[in-house]
């Protein structure tokens, strides 16, 4: 037997299978007591990562000239979404240290080959998330939020027709501010142009009580979010995209693999074209923007994935051209 095959080879023989189970056994729970401290501290920052969450939703609906506020139908509604964050930042935050686990129990029966491959692919698989994520926060929520707004909107829109005002009959004035006055006084109203709501003063200082009611443009559909919908709108649209910026680690698979070649990916960039659009289409509303803002990447990524083919090849990555020298 060569160095080389003592060095690649395991040894089937190390453990045996009740010791296997014990070891599986033990990395599950050691896995999953790493995983309570972390969903308590999830628990401490979901409040402020779920106002985090809602802001998209609130400027899109501030843009529309529409109230920025969610609602909720029960009164477990909020405190459901807010705990359903907190799982899956526990997930997300916890991931690495349950696959270091899982690495560690699987970890003795792989080539040294393989592992290699294993180290290249779980930080791209995580920052590739990371990147799909930010892209649909930062990119794609605005535009898909902004388009289902403003469609709802226009829905039984009427003209509110106009009126001759009795001769003795003044209008009042009511003061159109960004935000709220400083100190206001006991009974004073102000239109409050950032909340979009008509904001009265029912207590003055030193405890100022500010009670307010919504504005609305008389459309035919109200525009009043569930809190829970909206949350799991966004979590759905999120682990789309986190799966779909794998697109370069699954062309580096088959690759590898040697079920598609680097030629026959050249060679089939058009029907890849035709999958993007297909894949933009079902993720998105399927308006022509949110469509492009999301085909064009991953039409990016799968070229990003052939690219990576010819800097990695397999057997530059599993390091045997260095084996062979030495």
């Known amino acids: 037997m060569t160095a080389r095959t003592r060095n690649t080879k395991p040894d089937p023989n190390s453990m045996t299978l009740g010791e296997h189970l014990e070891d599986l056994r033990r990395r599950i729970i050691l896995a999953l007591l790493g995983l309570g401290p972390i969903f308590v501290l999830a628990l401490v920052a979901g409040r402020p990562i779920l106002e985090l969450l809602i802001l998209p939703v609130q400027q899109s609906l501030r843009e529309q000239g529409l109230p920025p506020g969610l609602q909720a139908t029960s009164p477990l509604e909020t405190f459901l979404a807010y705990v359903k964050i907190a799982v899956v930042l526990t997930i997300i935050v916890g991931s690495p240290w349950v696959l270091y686990q899982l690495w560690l129990f699987i970890s ?86 950032h909340l979009k709501q008509i904001r009265v003063c029912l207590r003055d200082a030193p405890n100022p009580v500010i009670r307010g009611t919504d504005l609305t443009q008389g ?30 680690i699954v062309v580096l698979l088959l690759g590898w693999s040697g079920l598609v070649e680097r030629e026959t990916l050249v060679r089939y960039r058009r029907q890849v074209i035709l999958v993007c659009a297909f894949l933009s289409a079902l993720l998105t509303p399927a308006d022509p923007l949110s469509m492009i803002l999301l085909a064009v990447p991953l039409y990016l990524l799968f070229e990003l994935g052939g690219l990576l083919l010819i800097i990695l090849p397999a057997h530059r990555v599993a390091g045997e051209m260095q084996e062979e020298e030495a």
Not at 120 to 143: D, E, K, W
Not at 186 to 191: A, E, S, V
Not at 219 to 248: D, H, M
């Open 108 to 193: 003795p029966g792989l080539y040294r080959a393989e592992r290699r491959f294993v180290y290249l692919l779980l930080p791209m698989s995580a920052v590739l998330s990371t990147l799909g994520v930010l892209f649909l926060y930062f990119v794609i929520l605005p535009v898909i939020l902004s388009f289902f707004i403003r469609f709802s909107s226009t829905i039984g829109e009427a003209q509110t027709p106009t009126v001759d005002l009795p001769p003795a009959l003044v209008l009042p004035d009511l003061p159109v501010l960004a935000g709220d006055p400083p100190e206001p006084k006991t009974g004073q109203i102000w239109i409050n142009d």
């Open 219 to 248: 459309f035919g559909i109200a525009q009043q979010y569930r809190i829970s919908e909206y949350v799991k709108l966004l979590l759905n649209l999120a682990l789309a995209f986190a799966v779909g910026f794998q697109t370069p």
